[in-house]
């Protein structure tokens, strides 16, 4: 069966520091991959989707993930992190046989001035 | 604007009671789904719907009921045999059926059991 492993519950960064949220996915075949967004007591937002094609995706606010198959990841970057990137971020995978999305546990993310 | 909207935002049920959660889009989306959030579990499926007058069970459907009788509308009823209701409800939908295509999240609705 799918499942998603976000390892990390939660990270703290600088205001404009880097950022690298990790993802790992258990899937036999070629994934579709998504990371959303969710800001406190809020629905979750699409950031961006990978189905195939190069393995760089970028998505909105800033934000871009690389799908590396031989490590089964799919990691979200941003380069420099604003205070109102402050949210969980969700990675799923989607079951492409079905029409189920599995979602990972979210990583809270937290940043500081 | 096109969405969806999730009424009420928060919602207090006593031990027993049935509560249904609304969920309405406006996109003219096929699919709707009904997703479950507990602190650390991320996102777990309890019911969806590919088209009008058909459902299937998730994950988690124990206790939990639905009913699709419009395409825009998807509600969603807690029963009293849900013993543990008290989280965070989602709403989603989709333009197709597929997995592959992007959900479009409501803003939620928060149960409390008291």
């Known amino acids: 069966a799918q499942s998603v492993t976000q390892p990390d519950i939660h990270i703290t960064v600088s205001e404009g520091a880097s950022l690298e949220l990790r993802c790992n996915y258990s899937y036999g075949a070629t994934p579709y991959l998504f990371w959303y967004v969710q800001s406190p007591g809020q629905g979750l937002q699409l950031l961006l989707k990978y189905f195939s094609g190069d393995t760089l995706v970028q998505g909105i606010k800033g934000f871009e993930a690389e799908f590396k198959r031989s490590q089964s990841s799919f990691n979200l970057r941003k380069p420099s992190v604003h205070w109102s990137d402050a949210a969980e971020y969700f990675c799923a995978v989607a079951d492409t046989g079905g029409f189920k999305t599995i979602f990972g546990a979210g990583t809270r993310l937290f940043v500081k001035a | 604007d096109g969405g969806i909207t999730q009424s009420p935002k928060y919602l207090f049920r006593k031990e027993g009671q049935n509560v249904t959660l609304s969920c309405e889009q406006n996109l003219n989306h096929d699919a709707m789904y009904w997703y479950r959030q507990d602190p650390g579990q991320g996102l777990r499926l309890i019911y969806y719907?590919?088209?009008?007058?058909?459902?299937q069970k998730g994950d988690i459907a124990e206790g939990y009921s639905v009913s699709r009788e419009k395409k825009e509308s998807f509600p969603l009823t807690v029963t009293s045999a849900q013993k543990n209701p008290t989280a965070f409800y989602l709403c989603?939908?989709?333009?197709?059926?597929?997995?592959?295509?992007?959900?479009?999240f409501g803003p939620g609705t928060r149960l409390t059991v008291l």
């Open positions: 719907s590919q088209i009008v007058n058909d459902f």
């Open positions: 989603a939908s989709t333009r197709g059926s597929g997995s592959y295509n992007e959900q479009f």
